[in-house]
């Protein structure tokens, strides 16, 4: 199914962002036949369809909650299966937000069944939002591969463990279906594109030139103007980019009609239709589709303009008419040609005659090539008189390869020149269309040029040469011109050099040796390849030769070697694309090369733990290694993560990580931490159980793969069962030894972040608590760089949640080095900070410390910053500062404009910020008097307005706000004239009990006002409150209880003047 939705299928334009899948007849036929084979398993297996899935498939439905039967049960706002594994639902249903997950065929089928009229629509969403579902149903070892795919082979050696593994036996049977329904599907799609009638480069190029003949200003033509983006013209007659043909795409057309909006048109094999046109600022196109797709050109325009179809059928009739008056003039115009031409002919010679014909038949092109060849022949005709009967041959040879060699640079002269041509008129007519203005045409360099050439001016200004300089490039020239022999033997010359010198790097490059080496990797002779390979191999480590080798295509050639069957040469290239592709021109062109799956293909080698390894295996493990460095290098892609995961490359590093030599897993390691920021690599290191391999590889005695691990781990503790799994594999000691190593600032960097994440565990923090890890992190607050700063503070705050390490803080000195640093501006730091000083000031004893070293005020001041994470963090670590300092009224008064300052960010946008700025100000208003200042600062209708927001984190702390707001003046009537009061009655009806809390304590407060009690009864706030009184929670039974009491009172009230 994989297989059959990356090729068959058609998706929308894959220019940006994510495809989608279009509603065509072939993809409604695949989706059909998708259904009917779910329904197939969960009827003819069961057991297969009982197999609960590796990931949840999961997409946003659109089904309706009511839809689902008996078989579900509410559970935490979410529909779920009664059917579950270990706990889990097979189906949950968010009723909220309409996201599924399913876990199993069978609750598949249920739901396909359930959806009825809509079971199309949802196939078409879950397949758009699992591209891969293999991958999900199986796991990441069964992901859809370019190439060789081994995870039947690997399948076959679980089933082979028996016990070990049990659901192997009805995951290969499982695996076989799903194969069996891909090849299904490959051949429906082969016998619906066969039924199709596609155009061609020619029949395009056909209509294009009949329009612009009947294109004009006049009202009877029938368009303004029609034009290609694309002057140049590839050999196969396309106009579009080689990366977009393979997509079917011929060429993109901008025509203007008499009575439409500028038409940008995509002319591919499947038919004609509209894209989205020039992005802006840029001159790059939206290739997603919009509309239909019509057979051909005339077609499309017919359908999007009526003065073009009125247009051409009265040329047709005009034409009809006159066609018989028109061929009689063609005929006499061509015997006056004729009979001029051979008047005219008479005057020249039988040789000039030749040369007019040839002139007259041949195009530009083709007489410059004749000419070209007269030449070549006539330096062939003058060497036969130099050389020998067996020099003829050479000398032939050297020049078919020098007129070869010319047209090849004559034809990239000639793509460049359109190119710009191309450039210039497109350009030309965009300003005339009125679509971009000409100060947004920028002509300047990138970045990355504007480096070369600073690059390139700093070497041409060093003047004071070595001797190496020229020599080497003797060498070079020796290398252009010599037989075999000689190649051979100045390729070993130049390897005496110190490559590794810039000197001699440079003196290669500039005297045009980068292109006869890369050339050189086109021959068929072994050595000379392998001579080159390794000259490429040092001198690639240079950032300058690394852009000449991209520029040249050596890249391209390198990637082919992969397939060689000679492993040096392997090796060498391998190790070459490692160098290389350190910028991101050169890791793009890898994977537009099929390079990603090459270099992944490199890593299937023999067990790696063998005792006794033969030559041939040993080598088949070095191919590994240099396989995983041109990885590793890659891998800084966030694509290129993408498709080494799509390769089958998660299993393959997980068996090389088990590795004993260090060579061999700083690679791996290093690949694997590059990409471990991706969720599926952190899902996919836990579940292949590679997390005990990385702490078995932190005590290594190389302190580079240590910080290579420490940072994996750092980057996969996000999630919880990570950081329990380097609890129980006894990580957590071996990080925290790391810390000795104050020298390698890299190494501290990676582990004091390895241990910040895992201390977002309780149980973890318990575990560091008796390693003494806090005396440990103090020292490294000071003297260290920000990198280091950032994580140390960070497993401060996470540990500062338990009541004896801050006592251990406060005893250490810790406070005052954290309160420093409030001073800083690195943002990351800034809200580690703040959130270490905010659970440092939990203790009143810290706050004490805190106050003194007047760390308050620097809180405060830290809401200035337009970072929304810092205000949000700093109003946050001001709540326990206010709770617990002595005198909190006064010192809030005492900052100027500090009350307005925060006030003024309910204003925001960032939810956080809400949340934490209305936590804040419900502790504020526990002072009267600051509670009258920020009641002028209308804090009233500024909490209101934020009523109608749904999430629960700002509710909680809004409706406690606003119940501490309530206390002062008039405020309860406010609240309940800025539409304060419904909104939070539905608050009762959220799931978080913390939320029904804060919310019964604001409606007590509100209902001392009679017209609240009114707006509170109408919206059914009674049933609610009733509801909640059974809670154990005594304040909210008691803050209910008081809200109904008051309604009540005034019930009775107007019950009792009724009737007197």
């Known amino acids: 199914m994989g297989v059959a939705l990356t090729r068959a299928a058609q998706w929308t334009a894959a220019g940006t962002g994510v495809g989608k899948l279009e509603f065509t007849p072939l993809n409604v036929s695949l989706m059909n036949d998708i259904i009917k084979f779910v329904d197939n398993v969960n009827s003819k297996h069961p057991q297969e369809a009982a197999l609960m899935f590796r990931e949840a498939l999961e997409w946003s439905s659109g089904i309706d909650p009511s839809a689902f039967g008996s078989d579900y049960e509410t559970s935490k706002g979410a529909l779920v299966s009664k059917e579950n594994v270990d706990g889990i639902p097979l189906l949950n249903f968010q009723t909220s937000s309409g996201y599924i997950k399913i876990f199993s065929f069978n609750q598949l089928a249920k739901f396909l069944e359930i959806a009825q009229k809509e079971k199309l629509k949802e196939t078409q969403v879950c397949l758009e939002a699992n591209r891969d579902p293999i991958a999900k149903i199986l796991g990441p070892s069964f992901a859809t591969v370019e190439g060789e795919d081994s995870s039947m082979l690997r399948l076959l050696e679980k089933v082979k463990k028996g016990s070990e593994e049990p659901l192997a036996e009805v995951q290969m049977k499982l695996f076989?279906?799903?194969?069996?329904?891909?090849?299904?599907?490959?051949?429906?799609?082969?016998?619906?594109?066969?039924?199709?009638?596609?155009?061609?480069?020619?029949?395009?190029?056909?209509?294009?030139?009949?329009?612009?003949?009947?294109?004009?200003?006049?009202?009877?033509?029938?368009?303004?103007?029609?034009?290609?983006?694309?002057?140049?013209?590839?050999s196969n007659g396309c106009r579009a980019p080689p990366w977009r043909q393979v997509y079917g795409d011929i060429c993109y057309l901008i025509i203007i009609t008499h009575d439409t909006n500028v038409l940008y048109v995509t002319c591919s094999t499947a038919g004609v239709f509209e894209n989205g046109g020039f992005k802006k600022d840029s001159e790059d196109i939206i290739y997603d589709r919009k509309g239909d797709i019509?057979?051909?050109?005339?077609?499309?325009?017919?359908?999007?303009?009526?003065?073009?179809?009125q247009n051409l059928t009265q040329i047709q009739q005009n034409f009809a008419l006159q066609k018989k008056s028109t061929n009689t003039r063609k005929i006499q115009k061509t015997e006056v040609l004729t009979g001029d031409e051979f008047d005219q002919s008479e005057k020249?010679?039988?040789?000039?005659?030749?040369?007019?014909?040839?002139?007259?038949?041949?195009?530009?092109?083709?007489?410059?090539?004749?000419?070209?060849?007269?030449?070549?022949?006539?330096?062939?005709?003058?060497?036969?008189?130099?050389?020998?009967?067996?020099?003829?041959?050479?000398?032939?040879?050297?020049?078919?390869?020098?007129?070869?060699?010319?047209?090849?640079?004559?034809?990239?002269?000639?793509?460049?020149?359109?190119?710009?041509?191309?450039?210039?008129?497109?350009?030309l007519a965009l300003k005339r269309i009125g679509s971009l203005e000409t100060d947004n045409i920028d002509e300047s360099s990138t970045e990355s040029e504007e480096e070369l050439q600073e690059m390139d001016r700093q070497h041409e200004s060093n003047t004071d040469l070595p001797s190496e300089y020229w020599q080497i490039q003797k060498v070079v020239k020796y290398l252009k011109g010599g037989n075999q022999t000689a190649t051979v033997i100045a390729l070993c010359s130049m390897r005496d050099f110190n490559l590794s010198s810039e000197t001699c790097q440079l003196a290669i490059r500039d005297v045009g040796g980068l292109e006869v080496l890369v050339n050189l990797l086109d021959t068929e002779d072994i050595k000379c390849k392998v001579g080159s390979l390794k000259i490429l191999k040092e001198i690639s480590k240079n950032p300058q030769i690394r852009r000449c080798l991209a520029d040249l295509g050596g890249i391209e050639t390198l990637v082919n070697i992969l397939d060689s069957p000679n492993k040096d040469l392997k090796c060498l290239a391998a190790e070459t694309i490692a160098n290389i592709a350190k910028f991101n021109k050169a890791r793009h062109t890898v994977r537009l090369h099929a390079g990603i799956q090459r270099l992944v293909g490199l890593l299937n080698c023999a067990p790696i733990l063998s005792a006794h390894l033969t030559?041939?295996?040993?080598?088949?493990?070095?191919?590994?290694?240099?396989?995983?460095?041109?990885?590793?290098?890659?891998?800084?892609?966030?694509?290129?993560?993408?498709?080494?995961?799509?390769?089958?490359?998660?299993?393959?590093?997980?068996?090389?990580?088990?590795?004993?030599?260090?060579?061999?897993?700083?690679?791996?390691?290093?690949?694997?931490?590059?990409?471990?920021?991706?969720?599926?690599?952190?899902?996919?290191?836990?579940?292949?159980?590679?997390?005990?391999?990385?702490?078995?590889?932190?005590?290594?005695?190389?302190?580079e793969l240590q910080t290579h691990c420490a940072r994996a781990i750092f980057k996969c503790a996000e999630d919880?069962?990570?950081?329990?799994?380097?609890?129980?594999?006894?990580?957590?000691?071996?990080?925290?030894?790391?810390?000795?190593?104050?020298?390698?600032?890299?190494?501290?960097?990676?582990?004091?972040?390895?241990?910040?994440?895992?201390?977002?565990?309780?149980?973890?923090?318990?575990?560091?608590?008796?390693?003494?890890?806090?005396?440990?992190?103090?020292?490294?607050?000071?003297?260290?760089?920000?990198?280091?700063?950032?994580?140390?503070?960070g497993a401060l705050g996470q540990c500062a949640r338990d009541r004896t390490i801050r006592a251990t803080i406060r005893r250490s000195e810790g406070i005052e080095p954290l309160v420093n640093l409030l001073t800083g501006t690195n943002n990351a730091l800034l809200v580690n900070v703040t959130k270490a000083v905010g659970e440092c000031a939990v203790d009143p004893e810290n706050m004490a410390i805190i106050e003194s070293?007047?760390?308050?005020?620097?809180?405060?001041?830290?809401?200035?910053?337009?970072?929304?994470?810092?205000?949000?963090?700093?109003?946050?670590?001001?709540?326990?500062?206010?709770?617990?300092?002595?005198?909190?009224?006064?010192?809030?008064?005492?900052?100027?404009?500090?009350?307005?300052?925060?006030?003024?960010?309910?204003?925001?946008?960032?939810?956080?910020?809400?949340?934490?700025?209305?936590?804040a100000l419900a502790k504020i208003a526990m002072d009267e008097e600051n509670l009258a200042v920020i009641t002028d600062h209308a804090v009233v209708p500024m909490l209101s307005s934020l009523t109608?927001?749904?999430?629960?984190?700002?509710?909680?702390?809004?409706?406690?706000?606003?119940?501490?707001?309530?206390?002062?003046?008039?405020?309860?009537?406010?609240?309940?004239?800025?539409?304060?009061?419904?909104?939070?009655v539905r608050y009762l009806k959220s799931k978080n009990p913390l939320v029904h809390r804060a919310t019964a304590q604001a409606l007590h407060q509100l209902s001392f006002d009679p017209k609240n009690c009114i707006t509170m009864h109408e919206n059914g706030v009674?049933?609610?409150?009733?509801?909640?009184?059974?809670s154990t929670d005594d304040v909210l039974q008691e803050a209910a209880a008081g809200c109904i009491g008051n309604i009540r009172r005034l019930a009775l009230a107007n019950e009792k003047a009724r009737y007197k």
């Open 615 to 703: 030559e041939e295996q040993k080598k088949d493990i070095e191919v590994a290694r240099c396989g995983a460095l041109a990885l590793w290098s890659c891998s800084r892609s966030r694509k290129n993560k993408e498709a080494i995961r799509r390769s089958g490359g998660i299993p393959l590093l997980g068996c090389l990580l088990k590795s004993p030599h260090e060579n061999m897993l700083i690679p791996v390691v290093g690949t694997l931490q590059e990409c471990a920021s991706e969720q599926s690599y952190s899902l996919a290191i836990r579940t292949e159980n590679m997390i005990k391999d990385l702490v078995r590889n932190l005590s290594s005695g190389s302190e």
């Open 348 to 427: 020249f010679s039988d040789q000039d005659k030749n040369k007019l014909e040839r002139k007259k038949l041949l195009p530009k092109s083709k007489i410059r090539d004749a000419k070209r060849e007269e030449y070549i022949l006539k330096r062939l005709d003058s060497s036969h008189q130099q050389f020998s009967k067996d020099d003829k041959t050479q000398a032939k040879d050297q020049a078919a390869s020098k007129a070869a060699q010319d047209k090849e640079n004559d034809d990239i002269i000639t793509i460049k020149r359109y190119k710009c041509k191309a450039s210039r008129e497109k350009k």
């Open 948 to 984: 109608y927001i749904r999430d629960d984190k700002l509710r909680e702390h809004l409706a406690d706000a606003i119940a501490c707001c309530c206390k002062w003046g008039n405020n309860r009537v406010a609240f309940g004239q800025t539409g304060a009061v419904a909104p939070l």
């Open 720 to 793: 919880e069962e990570t950081r329990n799994l380097v609890r129980a594999h006894n990580g957590l000691g071996p990080l925290v030894k790391l810390f000795s190593k104050t020298d390698n600032k890299e190494l501290l960097a990676a582990a004091t972040g390895a241990v910040w994440k895992c201390a977002i565990s309780m149980e973890n923090v318990n575990r560091f608590k008796s390693l003494k890890i806090v005396e440990t992190l103090i020292r490294l607050l000071v003297g260290q760089p920000e990198e280091v700063q950032i994580n140390v503070v």
């Open 294 to 309: 019509y057979k051909d050109l005339l077609t499309f325009l017919k359908e999007k303009s009526p003065t073009f179809a």
């Open 176 to 234: 076989l279906l799903l194969q069996q329904l891909d090849m299904q599907l490959l051949n429906t799609s082969l016998q619906k594109i066969s039924q199709e009638v596609r155009l061609n480069p020619q029949a395009i190029k056909n209509d294009v030139q009949l329009l612009q003949s009947f294109s004009g200003e006049e009202d009877k033509s029938v368009l303004k103007s029609i034009s290609y983006t694309s002057e140049y013209e590839f």
């Open 1022 to 1030: 009674v049933r609610l409150l009733l509801n909640l009184m059974e």
């Open 853 to 919: 070293l007047d760390g308050v005020r620097l809180l405060w001041s830290l809401l200035k910053k337009p970072n929304a994470d810092i205000q949000a963090s700093a109003a946050w670590a001001i709540c326990p500062c206010i709770e617990n300092a002595k005198d909190a009224g006064e010192m809030v008064r005492s900052f100027v404009g500090g009350l307005e300052l925060i006030v003024n960010l309910l204003k925001s946008d960032n939810i956080d910020v809400l949340a934490s700025v209305c936590a």
